[in-house]
């Protein structure tokens, strides 16, 4: 009696830890500079159009906050247009900066976001949308949201 319970016990702590397995194979895991890619790609695709001044504006992005060549921003770029076509959410890509980024450094990462979006001089109702998704999937406070867009717009009226 006792043996079979051992052995049952065995069992399902095999059967635990293969779950676990199979749920760390299947989480893909980004880079940081991939996860704000496909960030900066949703925000730019929202509104149908991918205007040749926001794909300047994100590969400057890019080149200016991971210090990258022309070459490795395309390679990104070219991903993030794949991972963003086939990803079926926000999380595995916001999961990657919660893991790395500080509060700072994420509000700023929304920033760049509303940047990109006001780059061709409007701001869709699915832009907005998709930017407060992600702010939200970072742990943004309202309050940093809303001064995210303020500074933004502010810094455009000028």
Request: hydrophobic letters at 45%; one cysteine or more.
């Amino acid at each position: 009696m006792i043996i079979v319970k051992v052995t049952m016990l065995i069992k399902i702590q095999q059967f635990l830890a293969s779950l676990t397995q199979v749920d760390s194979e299947q989480e893909p895991v980004h880079s940081l500079e991939t996860a704000c890619a496909v960030l900066l790609f949703e925000v730019m695709k929202a509104d149908g159009l991918l205007a040749e001044e926001e794909q300047q504006h994100m590969a400057t992005v890019l080149m200016s906050e991971f210090e990258l060549s022309p070459i490795e921003v395309d390679d990104i770029i070219e991903q993030a247009n794949y991972l963003s076509e086939h990803a079926t959410d926000f999380f595995q890509f916001t999961s990657t900066l919660n893991a790395h980024y500080s509060m700072e450094q994420r509000v700023k990462m929304v920033k760049l976001l509303w940047q990109l979006a006001y780059v061709d001089g409007e701001l869709s109702s699915i832009e907005e949308h998709i930017i407060r998704k992600i702010a939200d999937l970072l742990h943004l406070r309202q309050s940093e949201y809303i001064q995210t867009k303020l500074s933004v717009v502010k810094s455009l009226s000028k």
